[in-house]
């Protein structure tokens, strides 16, 4: 009840979830953050103070960036934001999940925006919005490969294979 309503300081860090919800305000406030000591009181508090920082670490700049995309006050350099088409499904070896391949497409075109070497590289943890409200339902995934069939394209559009992950 408490990380819903917005109070993580007072939860355990091992009840937060791993991933905040994108559009929560408990990563907003860095003054609510533990600072690192010299020592600590016990191996809990150790790791209270680590798991948050890395929490806030990961998935501040994110939410951040994501609400100014919300707000229509995202600076394109911030956050990459593509529009995406499912192009196909596949299933993974030795996995009993499948993977979906997608198309992207840069959503900010200011210019000529091409695909560089390391947009959406093997690994990258993606966020997909998925409801009617932008970022109001979201999936994560990740990126399991970036098939070589890109090389011949003219770098507007990029097909990457995403895998779903479980929350």
């Not at 000529?112 to 994560?140: E, K, Y």
């Amino acid at each position: 009840f408490a990380v819903d309503a917005g109070h993580t300081k007072f939860v355990p860090w091992k009840q937060l979830p791993l991933v905040p919800k994108i559009l929560s305000e408990d990563l907003t406030d860095v003054k609510d953050l533990p600072k690192v000591k010299s020592e600590y009181e016990s191996f809990e508090d150790y790791m209270d103070t680590f798991f948050r920082l890395l929490r806030a670490d990961c998935f501040g700049p994110l939410q951040d960036g994501v609400k100014s995309f919300v707000q229509d006050t995202l600076d394109p350099r911030d956050l990459r934001v593509y529009h995406v088409n499912i192009a196909g499904i596949h299933s993974l070896r030795n996995s009993k999940s499948f993977a979906v391949a997608v198309e992207c497409q840069n959503y900010h075109r200011t210019g000529r925006v091409r695909f560089g070497p390391r947009s959406l590289m093997q690994s990258n943890l993606v966020c997909l919005s998925i409801g009617a409200t932008p970022f109001s339902d979201v999936l994560w995934a990740r990126v399991v490969d970036r098939p070589e069939k890109n090389k011949s394209l003219n770098n507007d559009k990029l097909e990457v294979i995403i895998e779903f992950l479980e929350e």
